[in-house]
């Protein structure tokens, strides 16, 4: 699907065919344009076309192609009305996406922008697939890590000298955070800055993760308890591992500010 700047005109020449590839022979051809939800973003409009055209050029305005406050991407749905001399109609749908400039939006869905994430990258070994990734393909990655991270607890200010009050004693378990998702920027941006420098890294290792890192690791937590490739094969404990919803090694640089729920009960 061809991708847009939100804002920005848009003009697409579109082929005049059916499902099957063949050639319509229309009298007359119209638009209309709907987002997503099937909203009416542009009214039917005659289009330029002429008899004997094989495709006609639609163009949509920037204004048509802006997002609302706080919305990262939107999809716009060109509707060809295509009528023939016997005044049956047929319809074509050419969708379209439309987004922000950058898609990763600070606590809105990632902890860093891409190019920060890209900068942050340098200096983590073992990201093979987080290196050979497109840019689309780090943004999904990035937004996916984010969620699961979030859904971790934190003790963010364990080593520090001081906490959000500034106090000079703190218990921890006041600074604790349940979510760090729902945080304000404000709060988040507040935070110790060694533990948001590791929050960076676990995102962009949860990411290479997600693009196909650590193929053993999948095969644990799928159950299997051995694997062959010709005549080399591994053996694995039994059973299946415990799963934190990220990786372990997401988990291995966290550890230092992770929280757990630790719980008693009777056999």
Avoid at 62 to 73: E, F, I, K, P
Avoid at 99 to 114: A, D, H, I, P, R
Avoid at 215 to 243: N, T, Y
């Amino acid at each position: 699907m061809d991708v847009y700047r939100a804002g920005t005109q848009v003009t697409l020449s579109i082929p005049l065919t059916d499902i099957n590839g063949n050639i319509l022979a229309p009298s007359s051809v119209d638009f209309r344009v709907v987002d997503e939800s099937g909203a009416e973003i542009v009214a039917t409009t005659a289009t330029s076309f002429a008899l004997g055209d094989s495709s006609v050029d639609v163009i949509v305005s920037a204004a048509h192609n802006t997002l609302s406050d706080g919305v990262l991407r939107g999809l716009r749905v060109i509707q060809l009305i295509i009528t023939d001399d016997s005044g049956a109609v047929a319809y074509i749908d050419t969708p379209y996406l439309i987004e922000l400039e950058s898609t990763l939006v600070v606590l809105g869905n990632s902890y860093q922008t891409l190019h920060q994430a890209i900068l942050n990258s340098i200096d983590i070994a073992n990201i093979d697939y987080w290196l050979g990734a497109t840019d689309q393909q780090r943004t999904a990655a990035l937004v996916s890590a984010f969620h699961r991270i979030g859904k971790l607890r934190f003790s963010p200010y364990r080593g520090e000298s001081g906490s959000t009050t500034d106090t000079a004693s703190f218990d921890y378990a006041d600074n604790d955070i349940n979510c760090i998702n729902e945080l304000t920027l404000e709060q988040f941006n507040a935070l110790p800055a060694r533990f948001l420098a590791c929050l960076n890294r676990a995102q962009i290792i949860e990411a290479d993760s997600l693009l196909g890192g650590d193929p053993v690791a999948k095969k644990r937590e799928e159950g299997l308890m051995a694997d062959s490739v010709g005549q080399s094969s591994i053996m694995f404990r039994p059973g299946k591992p415990i799963s934190m919803g990220v990786a372990k090694r997401t988990l291995e640089e966290l550890s230092g500010y992770l929280l757990f729920n630790l719980g008693i009960g009777r056999r």
